[in-house]
């Protein structure tokens, strides 16, 4: 079981910067992959960027250039560092752990409690 505290969220103008922060209850070295969702008021949750074990990571088309994914394994946090942003990038953003068993290679999905992110215009 992984237990993930999210922080950071706030109210920011259009324009500004927040950094997200996910804390983990186990050392993130062993979990697969770690990322950033978002829901919006009426809108399906929507993945905004994951990092791998290894430090690969990937971004939806709509923040590319603007946020930042980032893990420290010893402090067994992962970040979100968001320039720029938009009215539109309103939401609550949700942090994500994925660690496969190693016996039975079972996947497990883990979820925070959702931090929310408010950009006026």
């Known amino acids: 079981q992984v237990q993930l505290v999210e922080s950071g969220g706030g109210l920011v103008q259009a324009g500004g910067s927040l950094r997200l922060s996910c804390a983990a209850s186990?050392?993130?070295?062993?979990?697969?992959?770690m990322g950033w969702y978002r829901q919006a008021p009426g809108r399906q949750r929507e993945l905004v960027a994951v990092i791998s074990s290894g430090g690969s990571t990937n971004y939806a088309d709509s923040v590319k250039g603007r946020f930042t994914i980032s893990r420290d394994n010893p402090k067994d946090t992962v970040y979100l560092q968001m320039n720029s942003l938009k009215p539109e990038d309103t939401a609550v953003y949700y942090c994500?752990?994925?660690?496969?068993?190693?016996?039975?290679?079972?996947?497990?999905?883990?979820w925070g409690q959702g931090t929310q992110v408010t950009v006026s215009s």
């Open positions: 994500n752990a994925v660690q496969y068993a190693v016996i039975s290679g079972r996947k497990y999905d883990y």
């Open positions: 186990t050392s993130i070295s062993s979990i697969t992959a």
